[in-house]
């Protein structure tokens, strides 16, 4: 098992480092594949021996070799955070088809989570793609296709009701579509349970970042906070640890 461990925290680490394009790039409409990883300074080609994931910016410092510009630690970081997943995910999963299905799902959370905090965007061309890919995949290897239907309509469906509601309370619009898309992929990944615990866990965390956020910078209800990463780390939280979390519950209240 310990093989498979290490094996999965170096994949993680190297398709990290290709998340780090994807954040980057996507946003902007630009190719994923082309050209080569550049210094975002003087934009000279990355040499392979300095982008190994993880150990080229330890060893450069955070620096460029070429003109010595700072590179932003959030590389390295987006690396670890997928390693750790692919390690958590294998040591939860074991070696089965489902668990690289999963890779997938958080590979696509952790590009949507830095994009939308970055941009305050969630790009369609993750999401949209998500929800047939979660559909099947979860439809022959997980939840079932009438857990994953029911929670495709039940996550997209949800958000869409709360952001018009929204509007027609305010006048304004609360929600992004982006959310409401992001919410149908999540379903089809884990199902309808799934959506509605990272609902609640998602509103817990958001309420509570977003209530220390306003009281910090003093903006009150104008303040805007992407809800994104929020529902990354609801789903996140249900893959992991979500049906013992909902047992410990139920035990609470005494059924």
Same mark, same amino acid.
């Given at each position: 098992m310990t093989f498979f461990l290490v094996s999965s925290f170096i994949f993680g680490a190297i398709v990290g480092s290709f998340l780090n394009v994807c954040i980057l790039r996507i946003p902007e409409g630009l190719s994923i594949v082309h050209p080569p990883s550049r210094?975002?300074?003087?934009?000279?080609? *990355?040499?392979?021996?300095?982008?190994?994931? *993880?150990?080229?910016? @330890?060893?450069?410092?955070?620096?460029?070799?070429?003109?010595?510009?700072?590179?932003? &630690?959030?590389?390295?970081?987006?690396?670890?955070?997928?390693a750790c997943l692919a390690t958590a995910l294998m040591w939860r999963f074991g070696l089965?088809?489902?668990?690289?299905?999963?890779? @997938?799902?958080?590979?696509? @959370?952790?590009? *949507?989570?830095?994009? $939308?905090? $970055?941009?305050?965007?969630? &790009? $369609?061309?993750?999401?949209?793609?998500?929800? &047939?890919?979660?559909? @099947?995949?979860? !439809?022959?290897?997980?939840?079932?296709?009438?857990d994953s239907g029911i929670g495709i309509l039940v996550g997209g469906g949800s958000l869409l009701a709360v952001a018009l509601g929204y509007r027609l309370l305010t006048g304004r619009d609360g929600m992004g579509g982006g959310d409401i898309k992001l919410l149908?992929?999540? !379903?089809?990944?884990?199902?309808?349970?799934?959506?509605?615990?990272?609902?609640?866990?998602?509103s817990l965390t958001g309420t509570l970042i977003g209530i220390l956020a306003m009281i910090r910078q003093k903006e009150g209800m104008r303040l805007a906070i992407p809800f994104g990463p929020f529902l990354a780390f609801g789903a996140l939280l249900y893959l992991f640890w979500g049906p013992e979390i909902i047992g410990l519950y139920m035990q609470s209240l005494g059924r």
């Open positions: 210094c975002p300074g003087c934009e000279k080609k *990355i040499a392979f021996y300095d982008n190994i994931p *993880i150990l080229s910016w @330890l060893m450069l410092r955070g620096k460029c070799r070429n003109c010595q510009i700072k590179i932003s &630690p959030r590389y390295p970081l987006v690396e670890v955070i997928t089965q088809p489902v668990t690289l299905i999963f890779f @997938l799902f958080t590979a696509a @959370l952790v590009v *949507i989570t830095f994009i $939308d905090m $970055d941009h305050r965007i969630i &790009p $369609d061309v993750i999401s949209l793609p998500g929800i &047939p890919l979660g559909f @099947l995949a979860s !439809g022959f290897f997980y939840t079932g296709f009438v149908a992929m999540i !379903g089809a990944f884990i199902g309808w349970q799934g959506v509605l615990f990272t609902i609640f866990a998602s």
